[in-house]
């Protein structure tokens, strides 16, 4: 898996634009076509948020103090975490997820979520 450059300097702010310049053009359409998704679907804003100096700049999307994703831009490329609780799990159809879906799934740690 290859390691992208984040935005990780607490310092420096970045705007939307400096975001869309870092990921670059070809990713930039489908970070548009992913925000406006959560946005309308879930009828949220996203937050603009310094998750640390590991991970740098990020826009969290939350409802009702439950985290749903959170987006960090990268240089050439933006990573996406996708938080699920034990009831989305249970609602999770695995047949439908590729094998490597399915691997990433089985071989990442479950963390406490809270409830």
């Given amino acids: 898996m290859k390691k992208y450059d984040r935005l ?34 879930y009828e949220i804003n996203p937050e603009l948020m310094f998750y640390g100096k590991k991970y ?22 933006f990573t996406i975490l996708i938080t699920l ?3 989305e799990i249970d609602k999770l159809d695995f047949e439908n997820l ?6 990433i799934f089985n071989n990442t740690p479950q963390l406490h979520d809270g409830s």
Avoid: M
Avoid at 58 to 69: A, E, H, I, N
Avoid at 98 to 103: G, I, L, R, V
């Fill in 85 to 87: 609780g034990k009831k």
């Fill in 98 to 103: 590729s094998e490597y879906t399915k691997d």
């Fill in 56 to 77: 740098g700049w990020c826009y969290r999307f939350r409802k009702s103090l439950r985290t749903l994703c959170t987006i960090f831009p990268e240089t050439g490329s």
């Fill in 8 to 41: 990780l300097s607490k310092e420096l702010v970045p705007s939307i634009d400096k975001i869309k310049q870092t990921i670059g053009n070809d990713f930039s359409l489908f970070w548009d076509d992913i925000w406006n998704y959560i946005k309308d679907a």
